[in-house]
């Protein structure tokens, strides 16, 4: 009679996993920085909603409708300069070269351009 160890039990083969199942994995989350264009545009909605109203509004809930507001703002301005990057209207992204710019014109500069 023996008692199995340890290594007895990792010689074995693994057991199946059961088909469907796959392993929980933890959701991505994405960190990234304000957009500029987005919180120039929420700035603007939100002194836009300050501006005076003829109807009377408790602070909280001129609190809430500036909120609601910004938030608005900071999708609409967001968007838009996403879309301005992608028409490559946004120089400012990262890399070697602006998109959209000809950098292989021929001239003085061929020897170094990198139009190889």
Same mark, same amino acid.
Request: charged share 15%; net charge positive; glycine share 14%.
């Given at each position: 009679?023996?008692?199995? @160890?340890? @290594?007895?039990r990792?010689?074995?083969?693994?057991?199946?996993r059961?088909p469907?199942?796959?392993e929980? %994995?933890?959701?991505? $989350?994405?960190?990234?920085a304000?957009?500029v %264009?987005?919180?120039?545009?929420a #700035?603007?909605?939100?002194?836009?909603s300050?501006?005076?109203?003829?109807?009377?509004?408790?602070?909280f809930?001129?609190?809430?409708?500036?909120?609601? @507001?910004?938030?608005?703002?900071y999708?609409?301005?967001?968007t #838009?300069?996403? &879309?301005a990057?992608?028409?490559s209207l946004? %120089?400012?992204?990262?890399?070697?070269w602006?998109?959209?710019v000809?950098?292989?014109?021929?001239?003085?500069h &061929?020897? $170094?351009s990198r139009?190889?």
């Open positions: 009679m023996s008692v199995p @160890t340890r @290594t007895d990792d010689q074995g083969a693994a057991a199946p059961p469907g199942r796959t929980w %994995t933890r959701p991505r $989350v994405v960190r990234r304000f957009s %264009t987005g919180v120039a545009v #700035i603007g909605f939100f002194c836009l300050l501006t005076p109203s003829l109807l009377p509004r408790a602070w809930l001129q609190g809430a409708v500036s909120g609601i @507001t910004a938030v608005l703002g999708g609409a301005g967001a #838009i300069g996403a &879309a990057r992608q028409l946004d %120089t400012s992204h990262p890399g070697p602006p998109r959209g000809p950098w292989c014109w021929p001239g003085p &061929a020897p $170094v139009c190889r």
